[in-house]
């Protein structure tokens, strides 16, 4: 199995600044730091394979009720507004309850983010076990 670690990947999740302003507030999720943000979208019924990776950690954010989230053994129903951190080398899949809705998660990724360094352990679709 190859390492494909080339960038710095934390092993707790980064700090998370809550900015007041007189309209209102916002988070950063990842001030000033290196890391790559996919807009996840996972229609009803379907999950992502259960996997892990060696050369990113990552930040989830979930945008919509319904995402159903396994890290390690554990797996449970999240509401939009959660946070999950998931470290490098750890097992997680995401999936979409048999609602009528897709849900959305922003997936911030800290590390080298490519899609060599997936290591597959289930695959509704049968991809290969690494890789794309």
Known sequence: MSQ???KPIPAE???VAFVERPWGSF???AHNRECTVSLMTVRPGQRLSLQSHTGRAELWIVLDDGAIV???DAAREYRAGD???IPAHEKHRLACNAG???IR???VAFGNWQQADII???DDFLRAPQGE
């Open 4 to 6: 494909y670690i080339t």
């Open 13 to 15: 999740k980064p700090p």
């Open 27 to 29: 988070k950063q999720y």
């Open 70 to 72: 396994q890290v390690g």
């Open 83 to 85: 946070e999950i951190w």
């Open 100 to 102: 009528t809705r897709s």
């Open 105 to 107: 998660v922003l997936e």
């Open 120 to 122: 597959r352990y289930e």
